[in-house]
């Protein structure tokens, strides 16, 4: 029996097929006489097929060996591959055999009481795997650039009305109460798993879909091929992150994973603790982390909440590819880190090994001159479970706040947009009531420390100009006086043009302390001019009346270009199988509809 996580979130839905459900007034059409793409995923020649003819119903014969040949007739029959690109009206009624046949073995499987017979484990097999498994096409759009999953629309399969029920007949089989996972496993197996594996990378949101319950199932089911499939998928992923950076099944993989680690039995096994490092971690590198990022965080989260001891060389990976010059996958990189802080609250004991690395970064991004990235940064004591981390933050303030402190002071003081201005102020004022003590020794720390950066940076200015002297003294210039409206930051009341300092006065570019610009000596954060801290700074006065600051959960996102009016209808009318609505009369209805 396995132990379960007490990791309490709901798995998240993966793809374009939940933003299609749930945001469809997002989604841009194309207009009418717009170029399409092809609406088709396969690329197969068919061959000389068998001719295919009405049969009498399996529930109209009496014996069992009568059911059992007719029902593997009409397996033999779902075989025949048909063309849907090729309008061929000869081809209507075999079509129309072949969905009846169908969907007569999905109702057959639900209600037949008789048990499968070893032949009939191997024609399902064989019928599942010609009519699923085919050569995907190549990532090509119309003007040759590689598929991107967050801007282009996918290519649907045009077979899907016999496909979707090929799926929805090896799902009922499987999960059928006579299946026997002992004789199947003499006709299922890696070869099997393996390409099932590679029809993920269908572009077809709809097909993934069934994919992802059906390869749950089937890990449940065959004991026997659990660890081949965990290393197949943890050899996708490695692919995925230092080969090829484009698959379009990777959110639908780890939903999946998702559930897998929830019954993973403790101590957690060492092979579980390499597959977390060495496939889980890196996938934050990838330029399409915003596609998967939520199943990769609950995945990860999953794993920590099991063993909380694995949250510090966790952090220590993802923050070595922090992405320096991406600030919306910072975004995605904070989010990660507040849902890692969100499960370590609920195991304490562990927080102290990486509060360090966590808010030094968390600082960092404060005071980054991107106010979404700041903004992030300061909204993790606003999220929705904010009482367990400032919990934490508490019992440890005379840790963090000299870390967060610097940052804070100089953003609250000095930063552009004015929301994240009043955010600082107002943490300030929240470490000032936790504990006052701290702060004021936090202050004083800070003086010392401001002092003595001041002290090394001008010594190391004078060694410069020491230098340049002896070797080029032409290259030194006058030191530039600063004007006061750059020495404090002007109010939004009465800012006017004399204030607003001209070009060739800006110290970065032209004053520099007098030395050559290609020797640039860092401020404290990035700052413009030296500034010294007080209590009773204009700055903070007028933010006194700040009690509560908004945050606006919902960020500028990346707009989606135009979609196929039929493809977003296709979508949207694709029921998911994990909505409740999976009852079959309803299922055969629903595909009647769509073929006609």
Same mark, same amino acid.
């Given at each position: ?86 309008? #061929? ?18 109702? !057959?499987?639900?209600?037949?009481? *008789? ?13 599942? *795997?010609? #009519? ?14 590689? @598929?991107?999953? /967050? ?13 979707? %029920?090929? !799926? ?31 029809? @993920? ?13 059906? &390869? ?25 992150? !230092? ?7 990777? +959110? ?21 603790? /390499? ?7 890196? &996938?934050?590198? +990838? ?13 990860? =989260? ?25 600030? +919306? ?20 004991? !562990? $927080? ?14 404060? =005071? ?26 508490? /019992? ?15 953003? *609250? ?77 002007? +109010? ?5 043009? =004399? ?25 404290? %954060? ?6 010294? $801290? #007080? ?11 700040? #009690? ?49």
């Amino acid at each position: 029996k396995v132990e379960m996580a007490s990791y309490h979130k709901a798995p998240p839905k993966a793809g374009l097929l939940n933003k299609v459900k749930t945001n469809p007034a997002d989604i841009l059409l194309k207009k009418q006489g717009s170029a399409l793409k092809s609406s088709s995923s396969r690329f197969l020649k068919v061959g000389p097929q068998e001719k295919l003819e009405y049969l009498p119903k399996i529930t109209s014969l009496t014996t069992d060996e009568e059911k059992e040949a007719m029902f593997i007739r009409k397996i033999r029959q779902c075989c025949v591959i048909f063309d849907f690109t090729d309008i #061929n009206l000869a081809q209507t009624v075999p079509k129309e055999i072949k969905r009846e046949a169908l969907l007569e073995l999905v109702e !057959y499987v639900v209600n037949t009481k *008789a048990p499968f017979t070893p032949l009939m484990y191997k024609a399902v097999i064989i019928m599942v *795997a010609t #009519n699923l498994f085919r050569p995907l096409p190549p990532r090509l759009n119309p003007s040759g650039d590689k @598929f991107d999953p /967050e801007d282009n629309e996918p290519i649907l399969e045009a077979a899907w009305p016999h496909v979707q %029920l090929v !799926y929805e007949f090896f799902l009922r089989f499987v999960e059928s109460n006579r299946f026997d996972a002992g004789i199947a496993k003499q006709y299922l197996g890696k070869k099997f798993i393996q390409q099932m594996l590679d029809i @993920f990378d269908s572009e077809d949101p709809r097909e993934r879909d069934y994919l992802k319950t059906t &390869l749950h199932r089937v890990y449940g089911k065959f004991l026997s091929l659990r660890n081949y499939t965990r290393k197949k998928i943890q050899f996708i992923f490695l692919s995925f992150c !230092y080969e090829d950076e484009y698959h379009n099944g990777i +959110s639908e993989l780890l939903e999946v994973l998702g559930s897998v680690i929830n019954g993973f039995a403790l101590p957690l096994k060492a092979e579980h603790v /390499e597959f977390l490092l060495r496939a889980l971690v890196p &996938l934050h590198k +990838s330029r399409a982390l915003s596609v998967y990022h939520p199943q990769l965080t609950y995945c990860v =989260a999953q794993f920590i909440d099991k063993d909380p001891s694995l949250a510090k060389p966790v952090l220590a990976s993802l923050l070595s590819f922090w992405p320096v010059t991406n600030s +919306s996958k910072q975004i995605l990189f904070l989010r990660s880190i507040e849902e890692i802080l969100l499960v370590i609250s609920q195991h304490p004991f !562990y $927080f102290a090994s990486i509060q360090e690395i966590v808010f030094k970064k968390i600082a960092e991004c404060i =005071a980054s001159p991107h106010f979404q990235v700041a903004e992030k940064g300061l909204s993790i004591w606003s999220c929705d479970d904010s009482d367990c981390i400032l919990e934490l933050v508490t /019992e440890n303030v005379d840790v963090i706040l000299p870390i967060l402190f610097p940052s804070l002071f100089h953003v *609250a003081k000095s930063h552009w947009h004015k929301n994240i201005r009043s955010m600082s102020y107002s943490i300030l004022r929240l470490f000032m009531s936790i504990d006052s003590e701290a702060f004021e020794t936090t202050i004083g720390i800070y003086q010392q420390n401001r002092q003595r950066e001041k002290e090394e940076r001008n010594e190391r200015v004078q060694k410069w100009k020491e230098l340049i002297t002896e070797v080029e003294p032409q290259l030194l210039r006058e030191k530039e006086a600063i004007p006061d409206n750059l020495s404090t930051r002007p +109010s939004s009341t009465n800012l006017n043009k =004399a204030q607003i300092p001209s070009p060739h006065l800006d110290p970065l570019l032209n004053d520099n302390d007098g030395l050559p610009t290609n020797i640039v000596i860092p401020r404290h %954060l990035g700052c413009l001019v030296e500034e010294e $801290f #007080n209590v009773e700074d204009p700055v903070f006065m007028e933010l006194v009346e700040v #009690n509560q600051i908004q945050i606006h959960e919902k960020l500028r996102q990346k707009q989606m270009l135009p979609m196929d009016p039929f493809t977003v209808e296709a979508l949207q009318d694709h029921v998911p199988l994990d909505d409740g609505k999976r009852n079959l009369m309803w299922r055969i209805l629903y595909s009647w509809n769509w073929w006609k």
